[in-house]
């Protein structure tokens, strides 16, 4: 079984950047998909961006296309969220998971490994 943890989140001003990292140890993370969902307070987690385990497909919801990067090195175990122009609506607690499947799914419940989740903030 794959453990994640989450790291890289903060406070930050409209506009700015962050970047996330979910690391991972256990089970064999080079043959998992891995993806970022988030979660605003009174709202449902929510897909963010997936990478398969190669590497070779990203998937991304709408609302941060163009300005987010889903990235992964296997060598580091280790994934990567690139946050630029961040608004105020993206705040929320990012939380990165892990599935055995080659296929990247937008469905929380798919995924077997979370991580304890990262906070990100921005204010206005």
């Known amino acids: 079984q794959v453990q994640l943890v989450e790291s890289g989140g903060g406070l930050v001003q409209s506009g700015a950047s962050l970047r996330l990292s979910c690391t991972a140890s256990?089970?064999?993370?080079?043959?998992?998909?891995v993806a970022w969902f988030r979660q605003a307070p009174g709202k449902e987690r929510e897909f963010v961006a997936g990478v398969t385990w190669l590497g070779d497909s990203t998937e991304y919801e709408d609302s941060v296309k163009g300005r987010f990067t889903i990235s992964r090195d296997n060598a580091k175990n280790t994934v990567y969220l690139q946050m630029n122009s961040l608004k105020p609506e993206d705040t929320a607690v990012y939380y990165c998971?892990?599935?055995?499947?080659?296929?990247?799914?937008?469905?929380?419940?798919?995924?077997?490994?979370w991580g304890q989740g990262t906070q990100v903030t921005v204010s206005s």
């Open positions: 256990g089970g064999t993370f080079s043959t998992v998909t």
């Open positions: 998971a892990a599935r055995r499947s080659r296929i990247i799914t937008r469905v929380a419940a798919a995924y077997d490994a």
